[in-house]
């Protein structure tokens, strides 16, 4: 089954701090894995796709096909980075991205 | 900058009454989508929708839900006989060039 896992609730860090929000896929197959950004009462954004290997808004996240993980990092965190993170995973043959349960990253000052 | 829309923001309504919730997607999208997140929970799937089919549901997506394209532009969910527990965030969203856009959700309260 398509199943994305993010084992922590809550991160919370201080401005400068190193950041990594971890995230864990399970499939067989190819799936295409992105991270969303939702931050306050705003709608949910794309952060950054794994083909596409781009860096936005400092956030990096390599694939590792070998561990099944997506981890999204940034070397150091800024307080507007504070928001909702969701990993997800797109399988086309499904049509279906499935979130993770999410991630709050808190950066405090 | 395209957006998907939605309205309303927030509709309360009764326990056994129907709604709709309408969105209109980006304009040369064909990909469709319902989603929906139940306070401090997780966004779930409901259904996709393209070529005027549902594509693929959910285990949620039973008989009391239902999406349609009425015209060029809407793509609607209709959930027949609302529940306490339907209460939730629905997002639509749409998808070109591989990523998904999302509408600032659509809030249902039911009493």
């Known amino acids: 089954a398509q199943r994305v896992t993010q084992p922590e609730k809550l991160l919370s860090v201080f401005k400068g701090a190193p950041v990594e929000l971890k995230c864990n896929y399970s499939y067989s197959g190819s799936p295409e894995l992105f991270w969303y950004v939702q931050y306050s009462r705003q709608r949910l954004q794309l952060l950054l796709r794994h083909i596409s290997r781009e860096s936005i808004k400092g956030f990096t996240a390599d694939l590792n096909k070998g561990e099944t993980s997506f981890h999204l990092k940034k070397p150091f965190a800024q307080e507007e980075d504070s928001a909702m993170y969701y990993c997800?995973?797109?399988?086309?043959?499904?049509?279906?991205?499935?979130f993770g349960t999410g991630t709050r990253l808190q950066v405090f000052p | 900058e395209p957006e998907v829309t939605q309205t309303p923001s927030h509709q309360v309504t009764q326990m056994g009454q129907e709604v709709i919730l309408r969105c209109v997607p980006i304009s040369n999208h064909l990909y469709f989508y319902w989603y929906r997140q139940i306070l401090g929970q997780k966004v779930e799937f409901l259904v996709s929708f393209y070529n005027n089919e549902i594509s693929e549901k959910s285990e949620i997506f039973d008989d009391q839900f239902s999406v349609e394209r009425p015209d060029g532009s809407n793509f609607t969910l209709k959930i027949r006989s609302t529940k306490l527990e339907d209460s939730a965030m629905y997002f639509c969203?749409?998808?070109?060039?591989?990523?998904?856009?999302f509408g600032e959700g659509s809030r249902l309260t039911v009493l």
């Open positions: 969203a749409s998808r070109g060039a591989g990523e998904l856009f």
């Open positions: 997800a995973s797109f399988l086309y043959n499904t049509d279906k991205l499935i």
